[in-house]
């Protein structure tokens, strides 16, 4: 057996034992800075699909480590509506990675968005779109400053990815269970019929309520989650896991 080969199941050993062993979602974080740092990049992120309209990272971010200067001045510029990368990630199940230099060569994304990943040295991209059991959709990405990765890392990247995922989710799903809602259940009905593009007056029919109610349940939500709109309320449901 190949000292590479070794080496690569050693590291695998460890990081599998650091993600098992954890049992916050802090420290499913914790473990996938670690194996952030054994495959050379420095920071990790884990965010939520976003609609056509959201238009701040700092909203779908679960857990990152990323420089808050750098989400700061990504959101100050609008960056979300401005990349034509991050949409795609969500429509493949197989990890996606990418350069910088590989980017400003295409010419696929603004110069301002390169010229921002270049300033805080997020040279090279790996991430691995996950879903969960009950639909919901996210994204683990690694960033930092490496070569290129080659395909045996990218796999292994996906196999450290759906064990930390599936460990998060356990997680999740168990403080979910243990925390009851800030909202009613009627809230908690309107606000998943919203997340699927239902309108108030679809909601009614569907619900056998006056559109005027639904929005009235629809106001309340907003104000128990300290939201600005329904877009901002269906997120931040979706990401302290009230809603599927």
Not at 5 to 24: D, F, M, N, P
Not at 193 to 211: C, P
Request: glycine share 4%; charged share 25%; hydrophobic share 45%.
């Amino acid at each position: 057996m190949s000292v590479v080969k070794v080496e690569t199941l050693e590291r695998q050993a460890a990081l599998s034992g650091a993600i098992a062993a954890a049992e916050s979602q802090a420290e499913v974080l914790a473990a996938l800075e670690r194996a952030a740092h054994a495959f050379g990049f420095t920071y990790v992120t884990l965010m939520v699909k976003f609609n056509e309209d959201d238009e701040y990272m700092a909203r779908l971010i679960i857990q990152s480590t990323l420089p808050a200067d750098f989400v700061r001045e990504f959101d100050r510029n609008r960056f979300l509506a401005k990349c034509p990368v991050l949409p795609t990630l969500f429509d493949t199940m197989l990890p996606q990675a990418w350069t910088l230099e590989n980017l400003e060569r295409e010419g696929v994304v603004p110069a301002q968005i390169t010229q921002l990943l270049r300033r805080f040295s997020l040279f090279t991209t790996v991430v691995m779109p996950l879903h969960s059991l009950d639909g919901e959709r996210f994204l683990l990405r690694f960033d930092g400053k490496r070569p290129p990765l080659r395909q045996s890392e990218v796999n292994e990247f996906a196999m450290i990815s759906l064990h930390a995922f599936d460990v998060f989710e356990k997680i999740r799903r168990t403080h979910r269970i243990a925390i009851p809602s800030p909202l009613s259940m009627r809230e908690l009905e309107v606000v998943r019929w919203t997340a699927q593009g239902k309108t108030s007056v679809e909601i009614g029919r569907i619900l056998s309520l006056s559109d005027h109610t639904v929005n009235a349940h629809m106001t309340n939500a907003i104000k128990k989650l300290d939201c600005v709109n329904r877009t901002q309320l269906v997120a931040k449901a979706i990401r302290l896991g009230l809603i599927a």
